[in-house]
């Protein structure tokens, strides 16, 4: 049988299981700057563990994805948090799914707008970048460092994806 998944809108309630969405938040919004710059401050906070592990900044280059899409697998990163950005103002998506004993349960997608972002903690299973409709650069903050901070899981049975509607 073929399961499709709903996507669903990104809000930081909906998301709050699996990180933070990162956007101007008024209620974080801080004047600097002479009062010419406005501050979101503290939106998200990037973990890493491990020794001699670091933090460090990247350009993902995402090419799109065809729909409808086949999710057959997931991964997580257990030493530490990774969060993407958009920089070409356009939506993704955004496929997350709760840990069921040491692998990932029934995916959620959600459709993140052009000024969002997301934070996946430790340890969350997600799916790769999925840029929608053309090329896309991310902004992505990531650990870096020495230790294996990637699993993999294949589903026996995928999960399909139809054409978003942003």
């Known amino acids: 049988m073929t399961e499709f998944l709903e996507i669903l809108p990104l809000t930081q309630k909906a ?3 699996f990180g933070e969405v990162i956007e101007a938040d008024p209620a ?12 979101y401050h503290a939106l998200t906070e990037p973990e890493v563990t491990g020794e001699g592990a670091r ?11 065809q729909f409808p899409y086949v999710v057959d697998m997931m991964e997580r990163h257990p030493l530490g ?4 950005s958009p920089l070409s103002n356009r939506p993704f998506l955004v496929v997350v799914s709760d840990d069921d004993g ?8 959600f459709l993140a707008q052009s000024h969002q972002g997301v934070n996946y903690r430790r340890n ?5 970048l999925m840029a929608i409709g ?3 650069d ?18 026996d049975t995928p999960f399909f994806i139809a054409e978003p509607k942003p």
């Open 15 to 17: 998301f709050a299981a």
């Open 124 to 128: 969350v299973w997600h799916h790769p």
């Open 81 to 84: 948090s990774q969060s993407f």
């Open 28 to 39: 974080t919004m801080r004047l600097i700057n002479g009062g010419n710059t406005e501050r």
């Open 134 to 136: 053309a090329t896309c």
């Open 55 to 65: 933090i460090v900044l990247n350009i993902f280059r995402g090419q799109p994805r």
């Open 138 to 155: 991310f902004l992505v903050v990531d650990r870096d460092g020495p230790g294996n901070n990637l699993e993999e899981f294949f589903f």
């Open 102 to 109: 040491g692998k990932p349960g029934t995916p959620q997608v």
